[in-house]
């Protein structure tokens, strides 16, 4: 890969031709393009192309001197655009733009103070102002910000509605379950040890749903990131599941399951045997 400037602009190409061109006075500049392009138009590494600001014109001849893979961000993931890095003053020319530009980047070295550098940057002229990249990525995402609170709520919500889906079932398994909880009452098994034993057989139930929900989720997950990875041709990870969000759910699961259980057991064991019996 050749080495280019900090700077990457992305502009549209008018004219793209991998046809043989005429002698030229001077070796063609080399520009970088996207894996995406490279694909669909048949370009490789040393193709010669002509590129222009607008289509119809004859635009400048140029020579593909590195193909680069995009990186994942959510922002770009459904744009069918295409990239095309050309050197600043190549890209200049090109747009006819003489000493002018939108926008471009500008890196420090490490142990370099930022805002002493952005300070610097905004008084050289008039009309200039320079941000911190992060401080545009945290504009240019809100609306990722939106998307993922609307997640949240909607995990929250899941997470309630299961927490009371599994306090009936548990309920209604301890229900069926009256006679053999009254057998072990007259037998002399205290309360405590009874509550104990659901509550275990709780956990542990909580424990083997937990770990098939994580499977079921990472191989849902590995699905829904080949398909969307394909359709949008992006490393963006769609689906994630780390052992942050395991733990999470192990952990919130056996806390419900517990819980549910103690519920479930105490309310039996209050009851005489004799009522368990329904006698």
Excluded at 120 to 131: D, E, K, L, T, Y
Excluded at 235 to 264: D, K, N
């Amino acid at each position: 890969m050749k080495a280019f400037p900090s700077l990457a602009v992305a502009i549209a190409l008018g004219v793209v031709s991998t046809a043989p061109l005429a002698a030229q006075p001077s070796a063609p500049r080399g520009i970088a393009i996207d894996a995406r392009m490279a694909e669909d138009l048949g370009l490789a590494v040393g193709a010669r192309v002509r590129i222009s600001a607008r289509p119809g014109e004859p635009g400048d001849s140029a020579m593909i001197a590195a193909i680069y893979e995009r990186k994942a961000d959510p922002a770009e993931v459904a744009r069918r655009e295409y990239r095309v890095r050309l050197h600043l003053d190549q890209l200049q020319q090109l747009m006819e733009l003489d000493d002018r530009v939108d926008r471009f980047a500008v890196g420090t070295r490490d142990g370099q103070s930022i805002d002493s550098a952005l300070a610097r940057i905004n008084h050289v002229a008039f009309g200039f102002r320079s941000h911190k990249s992060r401080d545009v990525a945290v504009q240019s995402s809100r609306t990722f910000r939106v998307v993922e609170r609307f997640h949240t709520a909607i995990g929250i919500i899941t997470v309630v509605a299961s927490a009371v889906f599994l306090l009936c079932l548990l309920l209604l398994s301890v229900e069926e379950r009256r006679r053999d909880i009254a057998a072990l009452r007259l037998m002399g098994i205290s309360r405590a040890t009874v509550v104990r034993a659901i509550v275990i057989e709780a956990a542990i139930v909580s424990l083997i749903g937990s770990v098939l929900g994580a499977g079921v989720g990472w191989i849902a997950s590995l699905l829904v990131n080949t398909h969307f990875q394909e359709l949008y041709r992006t490393p963006l990870v769609f689906a994630l599941l780390t052992p942050q969000i395991f733990a999470f759910a192990t952990g919130l699961s056996l806390i419900l399951g517990i819980g549910s259980g103690a519920a479930a057991g105490w309310r039996l064991v209050k009851s005489s045997p004799l009522s368990l019996m329904g006698r």
